[in-house]
């Protein structure tokens, strides 16, 4: 049995035309199947209405699937539209748009699937980073990146990672005198509980916290020492020299636990559990003395007891009751210790040894000219920071020369640009979560720093063939912080430099006049085939 079609409340259908307006900048946020893909097809469909260029419009998604689905879509109800009469045609463009189309409108929709379908390259809807991969690929010099580097997939990526993983153990199998050496020591007994492997390969995945924390503290055992300052501990703080003093400077000394056994002894049943307690301290050595012992202040997950000793026992001797309450005090402060220690201790085990990875990691895509997800996001969003570094908020700034101040061109894809760079901001930010409703503030048009000015243009020229388009159909998404001022190629030495200016101008679009007819035709990259 067929189910009836589903019908949309009227207030719903009115909120997803609103929606699907690209008039409006919006942030929509429901349920599975509630419609969303369905709004941002008909926000394509929409701009193609309006006579807008194909190749201008970029749709940006997290996963293949989302990607190919949205286009599948798209095209399906263009030429779907293509066979419709006018009477049936003009409804559906009036559930798309509200309003009722006239002759020029309805024949315009006829031509729009012939018009996707001869777009050079098609409509962009793509994963971000498919998108990432297209612009880099374009500014590999600017964004310092191998001119014909390969992405690295999930699955490669996370083969390399334990090929990588492998050596690095095996170097401090050997080298067990080396800071390697002692980390992977430590972490191997750390982990005893669960698998190591597992350990590591947790905490490789977080490498881009881990290479900013290491990178800012100024190396590994930098960050170490930070580490240890966040716990209060000092660089010479071990853990045993905290067994030591438990015993040692006990205010309740090994000779007199046997007259301690007798006085709990007397006492109800829980006395007579910490008179159990003692006595087998006594009878054992080493670290399970020390463990009895704080089997007598702790409770089993060592968190301090409400009572070491009963009312009716403490009335009875007020001198034991007090001078375990002071002894309870002096070994939890203890016990603190020595667990900021093994946290310590075991986190510096792990950023040791993950570190280690981290950079054979990092050394292997640079040798070998790769780049993975995280570096996609990371280098794309460098290249957009660069080429887009705010100023002050007039929008003016002196560019120095002959013509004196001038205002930046092109302003609105200067817009768009900067809708990306915090798009990729709050990936970048956010992953592998979700990305978060904002609204956006009031842009200012700011220009430029001289030395980012040649890359924006060619951003601002380039991007139209590309994605930029109508960047902000991504939502209402605003940049949460001020973009950080533009990085220096200091990597880059002069013979490099030079090299990319020949790469520029090689590849900058020019145009030709025919001798035939004298129209001009447009040559270049962005465009691989004369238009006459």
């Known amino acids: 049995m067929v189910s009836p079609a589903r019908q949309i409340p009227d207030a719903a259908s009115a909120r997803q035309i609103a929606a699907a307006d690209p008039e409006r900048s919006v942030f929509v946020s429901a349920n599975a199947g509630s419609g969303k893909t369905h709004v941002l097809v008909q926000r394509v469909i929409n701009l193609l209405l309006r006579g807008e260029d194909p190749s201008k419009i970029l749709c940006v998604t997290f996963t293949k699937a989302a990607a190919a689905n949205m286009a599948t879509r798209v095209f399906d109800t263009l030429a779907e539209w293509t066979a419709l009469d006018d009477a049936a045609l003009d409804a559906r463009i009036k559930l798309a748009t509200g309003k009722l189309p006239d002759a020029a409108q309805r024949a315009r929709a006829r031509r729009l699937f012939a018009n996707a379908l001869e777009t050079p390259g098609g409509l962009k809807v793509q994963t971000i980073h498919a998108f990432c991969t297209r612009l880099l690929h374009q500014f590999p010099?600017?964004?310092?990146?191998?001119?014909?580097?390969?992405?690295?997939?999930?699955?490669?990526?996370?083969?390399?990672?334990?090929?990588?993983?492998?050596?690095?153990l095996l170097k401090g199998a050997t080298e067990t005198h080396s800071a390697l050496g002692k980390g992977l020591d430590t972490a191997i007994t750390a982990a005893a509980d669960v698998t190591f492997k597992e350990v590591i390969a947790e905490t490789i995945a977080k490498r881009d916290l881990i290479t900013k924390w290491t990178a800012r503290a100024g190396g590994v055992q930098q960050a170490i020492d930070e580490m240890s300052r966040t716990f209060n501990l000092g660089p010479d703080d071990s853990i045993a020299a905290v067994e030591a003093k438990y015993l040692s400077e006990s205010r309740i000394t090994q000779a007199e636990w046997p007259a301690l056994i007798e006085v709990f002894s007397k006492g109800s049943k829980a006395d007579k559990e910490q008179a159990a307690s003692l006595t087998a301290g006594l009878r054992a050595s080493g670290r399970q003395r020390i463990e009895h012992y704080l089997d007598l202040f702790c409770t089993d997950v060592r968190k301090p007891r409400a009572s070491i000793i009963t009312k009716?026992?403490?009335?009875?001797?007020?001198q034991w009751a007090s001078r375990l309450d002071a002894e309870k005090n002096r070994v939890c402060s203890l016990l603190a210790q020595e667990l900021a220690l093994r946290a310590r201790d075991r986190s510096a085990a792990l950023i040791t040894v993950a570190a280690a990875v981290i950079e054979r990691y990092r050394e292997e895509k640079e040798r070998r000219g790769l780049l993975d997800y995280e570096d996609l996001i990371d280098k794309t969003l460098e290249l957009l920071r660069d080429a887009l570094e705010p100023l002050h908020v007039g929008g003016r700034r002196p560019l120095g020369g002959a013509g004196g101040d001038r205002r930046l061109e092109r302003l609105p894809e200067v817009e768009q640009?900067?809708?990306?760079?915090?798009?990729?901001?709050?990936?970048a930010d956010d992953r592998p979560g979700e990305l978060r409703p904002i609204r956006p503030p009031h842009l200012g048009a700011?220009?430029?720093?001289?030395?980012?000015?040649?890359?924006?243009?060619?951003?601002?020229?380039?991007?139209?063939?590309?994605?930029?388009?109508h960047a902000e159909e991504l939502g209402q998404l605003a940049l949460r912080r001020q973009l950080a001022p533009g990085r220096e190629l200091a990597r880059h030495d002069h013979r490099l430099e030079a090299r990319g200016d020949r790469f520029r101008e090689a590849h900058r679009p020019r145009a030709e006049r025919s001798p035939v007819d004298g129209r001009s035709r447009i040559l270049g990259p962005a465009h691989p085939q004369a238009v006459w």
């Open 141 to 168: 010099f600017e964004a310092d990146v191998a001119a014909r580097f390969e992405v690295l997939d999930e699955a490669t990526t996370a083969q390399l990672l334990n090929q990588l993983t492998l050596e690095v």
């Open 312 to 318: 009716n026992l403490a009335n009875a001797h007020p």
């Open 417 to 427: 640009l900067r809708h990306l760079a915090g798009v990729l901001r709050q990936v």
């Open 446 to 469: 700011a220009a430029l720093a001289p030395r980012h000015e040649p890359l924006q243009r060619q951003l601002v020229d380039r991007l139209p063939h590309e994605a930029a388009g």
